[in-house]
């Protein structure tokens, strides 16, 4: 068994980013995140470019969630759908 990673999430995400994603969404994109990312962050992130170096994204579905591995903590610093994600990300970095 490996590293059990904490979950840290960016004030904004909880605020702005998941209250207008859809129920089922949120059910979707928690599962996920507590299977995948709480367990081997680093296998199921891609890692992202440009702007973005340095942070990895999570797919669920048609929404993404960008997050940062720091030692035993993943740091979620966006959660949304793909057509937006990444400009919302970049303001928050």
Known sequence: MGIIYEV??????????????????KREIRRAIETKLTNAPEVFGVHLRNTLKGYRKL???????????????VKIFAIGHRANIYST???RI
């Open 89 to 91: 990300a970049n303001k």
């Open 8 to 25: 840290v999430y960016h004030e904004e995400v909880v605020v702005e980013d998941i209250p207008p994603i859809a129920t089922s969404w």
């Open 59 to 73: 797919r669920v579905g048609d929404y993404r969630v960008i997050f940062r591995i720091e030692s035993k903590m």
